[in-house]
DNA sequence: GACCGATTGACACTCAGTGCCAGAGAGGCT
DNA sequence: AGCCTCTCTGGCACTGAGTGTCAATCGGTC
């Protein structure tokens, strides 16, 4: 196995457990809502105690939102990967637009993120993992404005990648509230544009 | 009394407990940390009954951001007296600088801020402010943009509005970073311009 | 088989937040 | 004054999230 070389095999079934209960969590959650469904459900849904499961996910929200953590990274690689021509806003939005995404169906999709933009407390957390995703991103985006990638002194950078991601979210809430007739990339592209002020080339 | 003509007895006393309850919280956060602070704790403090303080706060979060939510409608009015000459960055900006701060001196501000941008549970909180916000100073904005004021079908006004707001953010946190060694109105022009790629004028 | 390390479930605990209820005061009406 | 009503209040019990602890267990190694 090339992405496993053998790992203990608690590791693999520990990884299988979490994939298992997240699975059933998730199934719960589209099925009567977030806030409806409690731990002590999970639990005994998916057959472990409810101290087990905070051994898997810190939090409920975890559940939902765990993925975005590794996606951050995911798109710090590939936007360290862009070439040097592309400025700061095209660089990013090409990273984000690289990025893949976790592999659902269009119709699950939209029913998670309606959860999402409708539960005040997955809402909230998920911007936080957004300002994760910009203390990770925003390094780079300093390099290539030419400045130290550790110089806090200069909120360039931050401001660019934080409003990207801004647009990324908005994009995101109107694509939800449109039931997905939209093309998300195209929203993202408008939102950008609306707010530079002029079209952004891709 | 021209502001009040004569109200009722327990709305004036409701209005005195809340802010005698109010400050003795802060003094509590701020002395020992936000976290660290129990509800009973600010409870016992404050003369008053655990049960009690949940009809004056929905939430501890409330104490230290229950301002904001009038200070939104206070943004929104200055946006909508700006003058029609004024394009939408401007009108925005101009609007959130006219706008009264809460009055409080300057290191008191700036261990709150700390304490803001230090505390999770705070960050999420006044991040979910900024949400509405967005949603109270949009139709404004779409009105500047010559679409109709609720027309949810164009985000351009959205996108502009979250923009602005998270410049405000990341100002505010570099303001923080710094200890307030920087001007709060310049670190939001630089961030401003930072995004639109030129200097925004004021 | 014996040892080591990670995992597990059970129990108890803290803290935020809510529902319910009975009592106390203020104000209005007769 | 007496009565009625409305609100505020404190106390109690409850749910639900999240944490600390501990003894038991199970996989893997020597």
Chains 1, 2 share one sequence.
């Not at 589209?30 to 409806?36: I, N, P, Q, S, V």
């Not at 810190?58 to 070439?83: F, M, Q, S, Y």
């Amino acid at each position: 196995m090339p992405t496993t070389p053998d790992q203990k095999l608690w590791a693999r079934t520990r990884q299988a457990v979490h994939a298992e209960v997240a699975r059933t969590a998730m199934s719960l959650f589209l099925e009567r809502g977030f806030e409806a469904t409690t731990i002590d459900d999970i639990a005994a849904a998916a057959g472990i105690s409810r101290r087990s499961f905070f051994r898997y996910f810190g939090t409920k929200e975890d559940i939902v939102l765990g993925d975005l953590a590794a996606r951050g990274e995911l798109i710090r690689k590939e936007l360290e990967a862009r070439p040097a021509t592309e400025d700061a806003w095209t660089a990013l939005l090409n990273a984000l637009r690289h990025t893949p995404r976790p592999g659902q169906d269009d119709a699950t999709t939209l029913q998670i993120s309606k959860m999402l933009y409708g539960t005040p407390s997955l809402r909230a957390r998920s911007l936080e993992k957004h300002l994760q995703w910009q203390a990770l991103l925003t390094p780079e985006i300093r390099r290539r404005l030419g400045v130290a990638p550790d110089d806090e002194h200069d909120l360039r950078a931050d401001a660019i990648v934080a409003c990207v991601l801004t647009c990324l979210d908005v994009a995101g809430e109107a694509w939800t509230r449109s039931d997905g007739s939209q093309s998300l990339e195209d929203l993202v592209l408008t939102a950008v544009a609306a707010v530079r002020g002029s079209a952004a080339d891709a």
